[in-house]
Structure formats: C-alpha cells, structure tokens
Nanobody, 119 residues
Framework: QVQLVESGGGLVERGGSMKLSCAASGRFFTIRAMGWERQVLPKAREPVAL???????IYADSAKGRFTIFRDEGKHTVSLQMVDLKPEDTAVYYC?????????????WGRGTQVTVST
C-alpha cells in the first residue's frame, strides 16, 4: 500500500503565498507522476498541477504563473508552492502519486488539506 501525508494549508490573505507538501511512503518501486487536484463541493475535483518522472510539468490555466510543483526525490515528496493567491483558489487540495502495480499504473490519494484565501 501507498500512504500519502499532506502538510500545509490553512488560511491566507489575498495575494499571499502558501506551500503544500505531500510525503509518500509504503510499498512502491518508483513514482511515475505526482500531482495536485482541488475541489470545492459540489463541483467536481479539478487538476491543478502534474509532474512526471521525466520532469515534464502540466498546470491548469488557473495555476500557470502562480503555482509551482516540484519534488524531493530522496524523500518521495511533492510540493506545491502557491503565490498571489486569490479567493477562487479556496478549496480542498489533494495530492496524488501514480505508481506501477501488478495491474498497471494506479493513483494513490491523500486525504486533502483545506486552503482558504480571504477576501
């Protein structure tokens, strides 16, 4: 099994910065991709940023220029640095890792961390 523990999150003022981190542990040989999604109920979860093992990154349009995803391979940690936060960034942020398994690639998810940007 793969366990993910998220840290960071909380309340920040408009225009402020925040860093989210997610540490993966458990039984896996390699991580093919790591990323973040966010959700504001009742809307569907939406992708925020994705980092592949070849260092390719993909960002949602809303995140481009403001969010940066990076990893610490030695610690199997993926982080999301967010700057110039806006109230519309308020959401629960979930991290995930994509690892190969017996039946192919599988995503494992964290429990989520709340980010609230005040107006």
């Amino acid at each position: 099994q793969v366990q993910l523990v998220e840290s960071g999150g909380g309340l920040v003022e408009r225009g402020g910065s925040m860093k989210l981190s997610c540490a993966a542990s458990g039984r896996f040989f390699t991580i093919r991709a790591m990323g973040w999604e966010r959700q504001v109920l009742p809307k569907a979860r939406e992708p925020v940023a994705l980092l592949f093992d070849n260092d390719t990154t993909i960002y949602a349009d809303s995140a481009k220029g403001r969010f940066t995803i990076f990893r610490d391979e030695g610690k199997h940690t993926v982080s999301l640095q967010m700057v110039d936060l806006k109230p519309e960034d308020t959401a629960v942020y979930y991290c995930f890792v994509r690892v190969p398994g017996e039946q192919g690639l599988r995503d494992h998810w964290g429990r989520g961390t709340q980010v609230t940007v005040s107006t």
